[in-house]
């Protein structure tokens, strides 16, 4: 499905990330990790169009979309779920909602996708006509996941979902997730709990210093093979 060759981005001159490459097939959810600075989130916002690569290839679908405009990507059929959630908080929980339907296509099934929203997250049923603001941290997390699904993507991004999260509140979140990949989506996940991100995901990969340190079947990787990785050894594995 995602095709990603030697992929170079830059803030200026200080390089963040330095050659990536990986493939991501259809209905799988990769999980990626590693230490503050590691270049996790700069991949992802490469990938939704909101930073530009300065060398290398995107490749969705069969469709080279490195040079797409970055409102394009949407339309593609990509969707992310931003670090800090990015909510309008004056807004209901509602509106905030709809705002990911915007686009024809997705307009078109805005009732559908959002009985679908409602079914993953119950807990925003009551909270329809609050003002997004007003919501817990987690709920707040949930509108931005039920957002980006709002626009019907084939390919998910989530950045540190479970950021600042109580565990009981993660694991509400978490255990949604299999059944967003079921329904047909593929999901790449940042996430700074490695145990967890072993637990959810089919694929692991470890970024150190914006290079891939590690890349690998997550059912075969270890915690050594992990803290390796986090110094900058290189390490390979089945996939």
């Not at 949604?176 to 991100?197: N, R, S």
């Not at 075969?220 to 093979?225: I, M, N």
């Amino acid at each position: 499905m995602l095709e990603v060759h030697d992929l170079q981005v830059a803030y200026g001159q200080a390089r963040a990330l330095w050659g990536v490459s990986f493939e991501l097939r259809g209905n799988e959810l990769l999980c990626v990790v590693g230490p503050n600075g590691a270049g996790k989130t700069t991949l992802i916002n490469t990938l939704a169009g909101m930073l530009r690569a300065s060398a290398g290839r995107i490749v969705f679908e069969g469709r080279d979309i490195t040079a797409l405009p970055p409102h394009r990507f949407c339309e593609a059929g990509i969707a992310i779920v931003p670090e800090g959630r990015r909510l309008f908080a004056s807004m209901s929980v509602r509106e905030n909602l709809e705002i990911g339907s915007l686009l024809p296509g997705a307009k078109a099934q805005r009732a559908p996708s959002m009985d679908a929203v409602l079914a993953l997250f119950p807990a925003l049923q009551p909270k329809l006509g609050q003002a997004a603001g007003e919501l817990s941290g987690g709920q707040q997390q949930m509108v931005a996941i039920g957002r980006a699904l709002m626009a019907n993507p084939r390919l998910l991004m989530c950045d540190e979902i479970s950021l600042g999260l109580a565990p009981i509140v993660v694991k509400e979140i978490y255990d949604a997730l299999p059944a967003i990949v079921a329904d047909g989506l593929t999901m790449i996940l940042v996430e700074q709990d490695v145990g967890l991100a072993r637990l959810v995901s089919h694929r692991l990969y470890c970024l150190q210093e914006g290079r891939v340190t590690l890349a690998g079947a997550s059912a075969h990787v270890t915690r050594e093979d992990i803290s390796r990785a986090y110094f900058g050894a290189p390490a390979e594995f089945p996939r």
